[in-house]
Structure formats: C-alpha cells, structure tokens
Nanobody, 126 residues
Framework: QVPLVESGGGLVQAGGSLRLSCAASGRTFSNYGVGWFRQAPGSGREFVGGISWTGGSTWYADSVKGRFTISRDNAKNTVYLQMNSLKPEDTAVYYC???????????????????WGQGTQVTVSS
C-alpha cells in the first residue's frame, strides 16, 4: 500500500483548465503505473487514464482523449493530471491509484489498482 494524496481540484468554468496532483507519502511508486479515475454523483467509478512507471507511456479513456494529459515526476513522487477544455460532464471526484503489479502497462480496471487516494472534487460550471 502506498499512501496517496490528491490535490488541485476546484470549481472552474466550462472550457477552463485544472491540474490535479497525486503525491505518494512515505513510499515511492516509481516502479508502478498510476491511474486516474473519477466518480460522478450517482455513477460508478470511471477510468480516466493511466501512465506507465517510467512515464513513457500513457493511455486514456475516449471521453478525455485529446483534452487530458497525465505526466509524472518520479523524483518528486508525484503524478499529474492536466485537464483542458473542461466540460460540465467532467464534474466528479477524481482519484489516483497505484497499480498492484510492478512495471505493468495498460491497466484500466479498478481491480488492477491496490492503493487509492481520498479523492479531490472537480466541478465544471456551464
């Protein structure tokens, strides 16, 4: 288990941008892929995107492709989610999570991730 803390959420107008951060506390996750998920009110948790342990590969849900970008700085033990061209339907609590397996690429199901942050609220107004 890797303690994770998300930050950077808030209220933004449609078309605006936010950058979320996911920091590992006390342990490194440099050998693990990291995923971002979101959960809107009344809905299940939805995969947003992921990044490989090196940061060299990323993969995204179709709903955010071209608008969201995931990056990581392993020296800072931090992963970022840059969200541009935000839409009201992006409103959700956003979570980061660490893959349960070392150096695996492409995980996108909740069950693939073993450590989760507490979430940060993103609200996009129309």
């Amino acid at each position: 288990q890797v303690p994770l803390v998300e930050s950077g959420g808030g209220l933004v107008q449609a078309g605006g941008s936010l950058r979320l951060s996911c920091a590992a506390s006390g342990r490194t996750f440099s050998n693990y892929g990291v995923g971002w998920f979101r959960q809107a009110p009344g809905s299940g948790r939805e995969f947003v995107g992921g990044i490989s342990w090196t940061g060299g590969s990323t993969w995204y849900a179709d709903s955010v492709k071209g608008r969201f970008t995931i990056s990581r700085d392993n020296a800072k033990n931090t992963v970022y989610l840059q969200m541009n061209s935000l839409k009201p339907e992006d409103t959700a609590v956003y979570y980061c999570a660490v893959d349960s397996f070392r150096q695996r690429y492409g995980a996108s199901s909740e069950a693939s991730f073993g450590s989760w942050g507490q979430g940060t609220q993103v609200t996009v107004s129309s």
